[in-house]
């Protein structure tokens, strides 16, 4: 994986994703260490966003490196008119990994042709955000020891999410069973079934939270946008059916747990943050270990 | 008795005939293997009648002879094209067209929010179906497909 970029998950083997979620281990128990002194890592935030670009300033900052970049292009030369290709040329020289984070899609690979220091996509629009899966991927190991042969619920808005569509992906190179909740209008895009059909696992669709919640091992929440309905009255009729409440709780399977990329809205009542079954912050957190690794095993120091 | 054809388009002497397209698209094909930059003897012919087809189009091109790769894209517009290859009058090789693996350039990628269509980037497809002929591109990794389909 050494300067190796990574801008859609499938560019890494199911054998380095794993063996990254190992390294990550390592670093859930030992995160201070000194291993990027003397690295300049570059986080390159062409569009904002906070947690992104906090955890991975944090597991640089944990393991001694320094980082340049911007967290918004309004006081760079993006707002004079410079090209991607100019500027991810210019910053390859000063440093010695690029994570950017950009509106158009296909950026991060484009980027990942021109750059002469590997890419680490944070984000490109609406297609890949490979790191968010990997740490999906860390949490779901962690809390129920393997990610052969579970059983998955994906609720919420499942059209657009694309934290769902790579983790559905990455989840099809193991066994597992998809139970797929959400309203007609977001159901998940058959671009994306069609990995499911490939590997010739089992999928459910269901439009009411409540008769999955029973039989999953992960419940993975995600929020349910307004501006995604055409018609705001069929916004208004669904948006209590996946709200995630304490009480839905009592009949779950007891390794279950509740997962959700954050930001969250209303979706996951916040009576459910001290249930037991809820692990998004510690999922959050997760983020850190997980691009320690990425950044360790790209540059070569694991 | 011998049978007398007349030909709508004569014949060339060297050079490449493609025969079979859609008379619509005989002027993408042009632009697509950009025979409008030739230098030597274009002959082509829209609306011909033809027995498989009903109407068809033809280009012949004078002196010009097409990697495959690069004939094969023409498959994008013209899915049944015969592609034969004359030498001295006479037919050296006659296949039909065969969509390539990948297609390099010429198609514009049909998401707005791509890259590609922001940037000066060469635009890059994966052929994932040739028979519907969807592609995926290399950098949005979206579908463009066929009603979608741009030639730049």
Redesign the interface.
């Known amino acids: 994986m050494k300067n190796k970029s990574l801008v859609?998950i499938s560019d890494y083997t199911k054998e380095q994703q794993l063996h990254l979620l190992d390294v990550a281990e390592g670093f859930e128990k030992n995160p201070r260490q000194n291993l990027l002194n003397n690295y300049v890592v570059a986080t390159l935030f062409f569009e904002p966003s906070t947690r992104t670009r906090l955890s991975f300033e944090s597991a640089v900052s944990y393991l001694g490196g320094k980082i340049i970049g911007f967290s918004d292009t309004s006081s760079t030369s993006v707002q004079k008119g410079e090209?991607?290709?100019d500027t991810i040329r210019t910053v390859a020289n000063y440093s010695d990994v690029i994570v950017m984070r950009?509106?158009?899609?296909?950026?991060a690979?484009?980027a990942s042709e021109v750059s002469k220091v590997p890419i680490v996509n944070a984000g490109?629009?609406?297609?890949?955000h490979p790191t968010q899966c990997l740490l999906d991927l860390y949490s779901i190991r962690k809390t129920q020891g393997t990610l052969d042969g579970l059983n998955v619920a994906f609720v919420g808005d499942l059209k657009y999410g694309r934290t769902v569509h790579s983790l559905v992906q990455a989840l099809c190179q193991f066994n597992c069973k998809f139970h797929l909740v959400s309203p007609l209008e977001l159901k998940l895009p058959s671009?994306v079934k069609v990995h499911i059909k490939e590997k010739k696992m089992e999928y459910m669709q269901y439009t009411e939270l409540e008769e999955v919640i029973p039989k999953v091992d992960i419940l993975y929440m995600t929020r349910i946008q307004k501006e995604r309905f055409a018609d705001p009255m069929e916004y208004e009729k669904i948006k209590n059916s996946f709200i995630l409440k304490n009480e839905m709780l009592q009949k779950t399977k007891s390794n279950m747990k509740i997962l959700h990329p954050l930001p969250r809205v209303n979706e996951i009542d916040e009576d459910v943050d001290d249930n037991k079954r809820a692990y998004y912050f510690q999922q959050a957190l997760n983020g850190v270990y997980v691009r320690q690794a990425l950044l360790t095993l790209i540059l070569g120091l694991k | 008795m011998t049978q007398i054809k007349e030909l709508k388009v004569s014949a060339i002497e060297n050079g490449t005939v493609i025969d079979h397209i859609p008379s619509k698209n005989v002027f993408q094909v042009i632009k697509i293997l950009h025979l409008e930059e030739a230098g030597d003897m274009v002959l082509f012919g829209t609306n011909l009648e033809s027995k498989k087809y009903g109407k068809k189009g033809i280009v012949k091109a004078s002196n010009k002879f097409f990697k495959k790769h690069e004939i094969n894209k023409i498959g994008l517009v013209a899915p049944n094209a015969t592609l034969i290859v004359i030498k001295d009058f006479q037919v050296k090789t006659k296949e039909v067209v065969k969509l390539p693996d990948t297609i390099e350039d010429i198609v514009k990628?049909f998401?707005p929010?791509?890259?590609?269509n922001?940037?000066?980037?060469t635009t890059r497809f994966t052929v994932v179906d040739k028979e519907a002929v969807k592609l995926r591109?290399?950098?949005?990794?979206?579908?463009t497909d066929k009603k979608n389909l741009i030639i730049r």
């Open positions: 859609s090209s991607l290709r950009h509106p158009k899609e296909g950026a690979r484009f490109d629009g609406a297609n890949q671009s | 990628c998401n929010n791509c890259i590609t922001h940037e000066k980037v591109c290399h950098y949005c990794e979206k579908i």
